[in-house]
Nanobody, 119 residues
């Protein structure tokens, strides 16, 4: 089972940018479909974006045109470039493996990385 470690969060002003990283353990990362999720206080966890092992991407409507998901299989790492951040993007961001339909493979989560958008 692959394990993920998220990093890159922080405090940013509205309109600012952040780049999140998700480092995966193991040697089969290139075979996995992966996704970024987020959970805001008092809300359910939601998928933000996902990327297939072949590089196809899908985004939540709320982040289309602002966020970009990518992966570097040689580094076993997935990224989330977040631009034009809004206060409603404030959440803990997580990464995980998903299947071809976007469903979680394992309901186990890392510590996540906190993103706070505030002036």
């Amino acid at each position: 089972q692959v394990q993920f470690v998220e990093s890159g969060g922080g405090l940013v002003q509205p309109g600012g940018s952040l780049r999140l990283s998700c480092a995966a353990s193991g040697s089969s990362f290139s075979l996995y479909n992966t996704a970024w999720f987020r959970q805001a206080p008092g809300k359910q966890r939601e998928m933000v974006a996902r990327i297939s092992h072949e590089g196809r991407t899908i985004y939540a409507d709320s982040v289309k045109g602002r966020f970009a998901i990518s992966r570097d299989n040689g580094k076993n790492t997935m990224y989330l470039q977040m631009n034009d951040l809004k206060p409603e993007d404030t959440a803990v961001y997580y990464c995980n493996e998903v299947n071809v339909f976007g469903a979680l493979v394992y309901d186990r989560w890392g510590q996540g990385t906190q993103v706070t958008v505030s002036s």
